[in-house]
């Protein structure tokens, strides 16, 4: 049986080397290779795949972390006041009696309104608008065989829930959208508090623009248009308001927005 002569020597040399048969010494990091010869061709096969997914791996994590901010950028937040002009453009139906306690025309509940609205966007061009606003007017009245009657108190109460989609930009990042959405328009006050207050479900249409007035404040312009049918009927069951309604709120207003 040979000996090997150097294996005092090659043990002293430390982990850097180790032997490969004798008299024959090999580096360390050779290791993985020689272990590769070895091994079957289903461990070198999973092998290789290991290695070609890491740089897809790792290019994967990079594109995550560099497009998750972009779009946290761009989403952003708003929140102000308004005023508006509540002003129906539409007319009732003819009624089988009327009172002096309510409005002769729709375009009797017209009125200054104020309120507030929020937008969240989603994306540079998506989002989602609240929308509420409070109009205030004095209805019905006049002269009477009895005597002269005073007005009666009214107001109306509108609130929507919009999706928004920007359709143009432009210098200083000001913003035209338009929206679409359900809403509901409830008459309460003094005027139809006998009749329950009544609320209708309604379609939405709007048109907004922001204009930025400061770092982050902009400047609100727009309109909602509310699209419904009122029925208004006494305790006995006959109709006093009936018809479609085409409820338009011109409004202006600010908003601070936030990301």
């Known amino acids: 049986m040979r000996r ?6 090659l043990e002293a040399s430390g982990p850097a080397l180790r032997r490969v048969g004798c008299g024959r010494v090999a ?16 461990d070198v096969a999973r092998m290789d795949t290991m290695l070609m997914r890491s ?22 937040d708003e929140l102000g006041p308004l005023l508006a002009l509540y002003a129906p453009v539409s007319g009732f139906r003819p009624a089988s009696y009327y009172t002096t306690s309510l409005p002769n025309s729709p375009g009797d509940l017209s009125g200054l309104a104020w309120g507030g609205d929020a937008r969240f ?12 606003a409070s109009a205030s ?30 359709v143009a930009t432009a210098a200083h990042s000001a913003r035209l959208w338009i929206g679409g959405g359900v809403g509901v328009v409830r008459h309460g006050g ?16 709007g048109l907004g623009s922001a204009i930025p007035i400061g770092r982050h404040l902009n400047a609100t312009i727009g309109l909602t248009t509310f699209l419904y ?17 085409v409820d338009p709120l011109v409004h202006a207003g600010l908003a601070w927005s936030w990301r």
Do not use: M
């Not at 740089?55 to 952003?76: D, K």
């Not at 005027?191 to 379609?203: H, L, M």
């Open 4 to 9: 090997c002569r150097r294996k005092h020597a």
């Open 27 to 42: 580096p360390a990091a050779l290791g993985p290779q020689l272990k590769r010869e070895s091994l079957g061709d289903a």
């Open 55 to 76: 740089p897809i791996s790792l290019v994967a994590a990079v594109l995550v972390s560099g497009l998750a901010p972009a779009a946290s950028a761009q989403a952003r």
């Open 121 to 132: 966007w989603f994306t540079q061009r998506a989002g989602l608008q609240l929308e509420i």
């Open 137 to 166: 007017s004095r209805v019905g009245g006049g002269n009477t065989p009895g005597g002269p009657v005073p007005s009666t108190p009214a107001r109306v109460l509108t609130a929507s829930v919009q999706a928004l989609y920007t």
């Open 190 to 205: 003094a005027a139809y508090a006998p009749y329950g207050a009544p609320a209708q479900v309604a379609t939405v249409l």
């Open 229 to 245: 049918s009122i029925d208004v009927s006494d305790s006995a069951g006959t109709t006093l308001e009936h018809g479609a309604h």
